[in-house]
């Protein structure tokens, strides 16, 4: 048994900043609280929601060269939690997996960092409640500041008792047992209709099946200019950080001609954005891809780049992913191929954009949200 030195844990490749941690109390405490549970089921313990490694890397110290299951929603976490195993020389012993049946069938254990959002948390509970064993133990931990008596009624609903923990370095754990499986079909994903357009997401997608206000922003200046050539003749799109695929389901069903590729680091985003083409007819020309700010693209081979970029960095407001994205969208533009961009106005991209894809133009501007078109020198 190898004990992890958690201090030389680091993020990368996610974005990296002194105030950006890759670990933090809530880890340590999840860890102490299911020892004992993990020790004595070592064949049975799933990790979800691991940000960087720290919650794999401390359990694989306690199952004795049993496999973890681990589901990791965005992709720089699963890339972060190698790199780390790498750095300390610690044996991969943990397969990757998808939030489906597989990665929680017949689980004894179950390390979750608590998701910010009651939808994620919900569709967890659900798939763990119908899948693990009768005998789970889910240790489910946050920090105090972003839980909610809320997430207590969440798991209340698929487990018949939820006990929290006394808080500990400003983190708290809950522990959840006796799982209640539903007797329908699973809540998850959902779906909602928008006029022509039907949206499909999963727990953890941004935004749900709602349209958020920069996507509408955007795809209200893109149909008052879509005429205009650098649209109307777009042949290969990419939607960069797609979330639940609206952009790119949207330019498709408006250019029959065009391709799509929605590619997101989220899990949760691009199993959301894949749905969405199929439930609006345009799979055929959409392909949704787990991707890191679309690093698996050639360069070169976007005529249009669609980005409504996050800015924030986990619980963090941050511009690191935002700045990452134009990187990103600059290597994969054609010259003279365009970035549609829509931004909170504060923000003031403008000077980033300009410097790092090339002219940018003011398309549309309202309240909140500015919408620049970058042309790619």
């Not at 403008?350 to 620049?372: M, N, S």
């Amino acid at each position: 048994m190898r004990v992890i030195d958690f201090d030389q844990l680091r993020r990368w490749p996610d974005v990296e900043a002194p105030e950006l941690v890759a670990y933090d109390a809530t880890d340590r405490l999840l860890l102490d609280t299911a020892r004992e549970a993990v020790v004595a089921h070592p064949d049975g313990v799933v990790v979800i929601g691991d940000r960087h490694g720290a919650l794999a890397l401390g359990a694989s110290d306690l199952v004795d060269g049993a496999e973890l299951r681990v589901h990791q929603d965005a992709l720089s976490g699963e890339l972060a939690l190698a790199a780390n195993a790498e750095a300390l020389g610690v044996e991969a012993r943990w397969r990757s997996l998808p939030l489906e049946p597989d990665l929680v069938a017949d689980a004894r254990v179950v390390l979750l960092q608590l998701p910010r959002g009651l939808d994620a948390l919900d569709e967890i509970a659900e798939l763990v409640a119908a899948h693990a064993h009768p005998d789970v133990v889910v240790v489910a931990g946050g920090r105090v500041k972003h839980m909610t008596i809320a997430m207590n009624g969440v798991l209340g609903r698929h487990f018949g008792d939820v006990r929290a923990g006394l808080a500990r370095q400003k983190s708290r754990v809950l522990t959840a047992t006796s799982p209640s499986p539903g007797s329908g079909d699973p809540a998850w994903p959902q779906r909602r209709r928008h006029g022509d357009l039907v949206v499909v997401a999963h727990g953890a997608a941004f935004a749900g099946t709602s349209i958020d206000v920069g996507t509408r922003a955007l795809l209200a200046a893109l149909s008052a200019e879509a005429d205009a050539p650098g649209l109307a003749q777009a042949a290969h799109v990419v939607d960069l950080g797609c979330g639940t695929g609206v952009l790119g389901a949207s330019f498709a069903l408006a250019h029959p001609a065009a391709r799509v590729v929605a590619t997101d680091q989220s899990w949760a985003a691009v199993a959301s954005a894949r749905l969405t083409a199929e439930a609006n007819g345009v799979a055929g020309r959409v392909e949704a891809r787990r991707d890191d700010a679309g690093a698996s693209l050639p360069a070169g081979s976007a005529d249009l780049v669609l980005l409504n970029p996050p800015f924030h960095v986990g619980a963090a407001v941050h511009a690191g992913i935002a700045h990452k994205l134009f990187d990103g969208a600059a290597r994969l533009l054609r010259p003279g191929g365009e970035l549609w961009c829509v931004w909170n106005s504060h923000l003031g991209y403008r000077a980033a954009l300009e410097r790092t894809v090339g002219p940018t133009r003011q398309a549309a501007r309202g309240p909140k949200f500015t919408v620049t078109v970058s042309t790619r020198r």
